[in-house]
């Protein structure tokens, strides 16, 4: 059995409700002020000059590198487009912000995304995000304990807990598809804790939770005091689609041209960002105030353009496997 501990889930899960109504009502609000006169843009503004300025709904990490390179280098502006960044400290905060218009494009999250699709909100991938590494090597997504820790395989796991910055997100699906994929039983009874970022550290220190499932930087900056239990993302869906860029399908119908020239720009710079992981860091280092030694120490994900259909069908595949939700249509996000 699996307990969820931290937020009590009926209350996440009306939450989560909650917000997916909003996202609903807000669809019906925007369809019925579509008409704007915007050059058809759709929230968004062209100048006279031919810009399209553009918001997208970021969460400032590594993740999301490519974005601001391909900014710095100009791709963004060779599709006449203007891109203002919108910093969001959460993914959920981003997708009624794009189902409003407020924002015309936004990172996310896999499945969150698929979640969304799956409860009817109209999403859309238009770009890939980033992947986890094809080599475990490289893998940016961890279960760490504390050093000396007798935890050394998930199977260690049984009857502990586990810190994650949400629950039934890419943390415990991870952990319960690398199972699945060791062939290992899914029985075990792991508590998940919900646990934010920055505490962490802390949580992990205290005994509060006996591992942790994290990210870079946070591998990098505990790496003398933590061991690895596990790449869970890498074990179930080895280089695995983690997140990616998406609008509304109203907005892809309507502004079929922004989003091509969107999706041009943006694969140039996770083509750049791939090939130049300087510049990557660097552009890290200024928008997520992230010191210029971690940045150049921590592993970055692996940015391509392909969407990977296969990783994103086989993570619905296991959303509905372990009861995240219901009905997961990857077809649908991916828009095919």
Do not use: H
Request: with cysteine; aromatic share 6%.
């Amino acid at each position: 059995m699996v307990r969820i501990e931290g937020r009590p889930l009926p209350a996440f899960a009306a939450r989560l409700g909650a917000l997916l109504a909003l996202c609903v009502a807000v669809v019906a609000l925007a369809a019925c002020g579509s008409s704007s006169d915007d050059g058809g843009g759709g929230g968004a503004s062209t100048s006279a000059e031919g810009v399209t300025t553009l918001k997208v709904g970021v969460v400032p990490n590594s993740d999301i590198a490519p974005l601001y390179v391909g900014i710095r280098q100009g791709f963004f502006r060779e599709q006449d487009l203007e891109i203002e960044p919108q910093p969001a400290s959460a993914g959920a905060a981003i997708v009624p912000a794009v189902v409003s218009g407020q924002y015309q494009f936004g990172y996310g999250s896999i499945i969150p995304l698929l979640t969304a699709t799956a409860r009817g909100l109209p999403l859309q991938a238009v770009a890939a995000g980033n992947q986890e590494a094809q080599d475990e090597r490289d893998a940016f997504i961890a279960v760490l304990a504390k050093k000396g820790s007798d935890i050394r395989t998930l199977t260690d796991l049984a009857g502990r807990k586990v810190g994650v910055n949400a629950v039934r997100s890419i943390s415990d699906l991870g952990i319960r598809g690398a199972l699945r994929a060791q062939g290992a039983t899914l029985e075990s009874d792991i508590s998940y804790v919900e646990v934010p970022g920055p505490d962490m550290a802390a949580a992990l220190e205290s005994g509060r939770v006996d591992a942790v499932v994290v990210a870079e930087p946070f591998m990098t900056v505990q790496r003398d005091v933590t061991q690895v239990v596990s790449k869970p993302i890498w074990e179930a869906t080895p280089g695995g689609t983690v997140g990616l860029y998406y609008t509304t399908e109203q907005y892809a119908a309507d502004n079929p041209e922004i989003v091509e020239r969107f999706r041009t720009a943006m694969n140039r710079s996770l083509e750049y960002a791939e090939a130049n992981p300087d510049a990557a860091r660097a552009a890290v280092v200024d928008y997520a105030r992230m010191e210029r030694a971690v940045a150049d120490a921590i592993l970055l994900p692996r940015w391509s353009t392909d969407l990977n259909a296969a990783s994103v069908e086989a993570t619905a595949a296991l959303m509905e496997e372990f009861g995240f939700a219901d009905d997961v249509d990857a077809s649908r996000l991916l828009g095919d």
